[in-house]
């Protein structure tokens, strides 16, 4: 973790932003959740901010390419507001559109630590049921989306934790929630116990990447 001078702040001194995954929004109850457990980990309530694409749940449904904009555009008013790169977790889908404005919108520079919660990196077969949408086009294994993003190297300069679960029952686990690097700057974790959308509000899954950020 390093502030934009150089510096190193303590834990808890960067700005976190939450992002939701497909069909979800900010306002969904385990996000409040996941707040109160960075609070409690010593954050301030300021520092500490969630995403919504849209008001609606199931609504939630375009592509991570167009979504990645509006991660980059919060993200570089918190690097203002506050003088320093941006920690981001996000869930799902939410991910990927995190990982598109890192890799291809010019955002390494603006975040430190990325941490992805059950994220179909490698894509999810159950999309296929969501052909229909851009984003579920976005989740086919070997979809265009993921192709990109998969075909070469994070940059170096922004950590990655990938938490994924053996009992995620909408990402096969391991395989598809996992980062396909093998890098200094890449950490996949494995839990047991969370499902899918649990994986935001679990303690012990928060815990395992808190002290990452």
Known sequence: MTSRDGSTPSPGEEPVLLVHGYGDTGGSPWWSTLQRYFREAGYDRERIST??????????????????????????????????????????????????????EGGAGNVDDLVTLGTPHQ????????????????????SDLLTELNGRKPPRGVSYTAVWSDDDGLIRPGERASLPFET???????????GHMSLVSDRTVFERYVGRL
Request: aromatic content about 10%; overall charge positive; proline content about 6%.
């Open 123 to 142: 894509g999810t077969s159950l999309a296929y049921t969501q052909l229909f949408t851009p984003g579920g086009r976005a989740m086919v294994p070997d």
């Open 184 to 194: 200094s700057n890449v950490d996949n974790v494995r839990v047991t116990g969370p």
């Open 51 to 104: 995403l919504s694409f849209g008001a609606i749940p199931g609504t939630t449904l375009w592509s991570p390419r167009q979504y990645a904009r509006t991660i980059g555009r919060r993200i570089e008013r918190l690097r203002d507001r506050f003088d320093s790169r941006v920690d981001v977790v996000a869930h799902s889908m939410g991910g990927l559109g995190a990982r598109w404005y890192v890799e291809h």
